[in-house]
Nanobody
């Protein structure tokens, strides 16, 4: 199973970015998916997650109202649309596959992780 993130980069505060994560080697549609991030010197933290059907979605408080998670099961891809980016959103963002169809905000509930992609927001 492989998860590959794309879409990161360097942007100015207030800009938008969309991260993508393509999953291969797994039955994508039967697993929930999540996004986590890790800023320099900080622990990895939950950002958002989506169940296999897309019906159940959770966001961290820091992401509510600005970020939007979605998935396309036909393309084995999960997205994270990030708007109104702030300097504090600067981090390495990780895509992860839930062990189950449903999702959790706990990183322990995810069994496969991408390599991570850098998002840098300049103020």
């Amino acid at each position: 199973v492989q998860l590959v993130e794309s879409g990161g980069g360097l942007v100015q505060a207030g800009s938008s970015l969309t991260l993508s994560c393509v999953v291969s080697g797994s039955t994508f549609s039967t697993h929930g998916m999540g996004w986590f991030r890790q800023a320099p010197g900080k622990e990895r933290e939950f950002v958002s997650c989506i169940s296999w059907s897309g019906v159940t979605i959770y966001y961290a408080d820091s992401a509510k109202g600005r970020f939007s998670i979605s998935r396309d099961n036909a393309k084995n891809t999960v997205y994270l649309q990030m708007n109104s980016l702030k300097a504090e959103d600067t981090a390495v963002y990780y895509c992860a596959r839930s062990e189950y169809a449903l999702v959790t905000m706990e990183s322990s509930g995810y069994d496969v992780w991408g390599q991570g992609i850098q998002v840098t927001v300049s103020s």
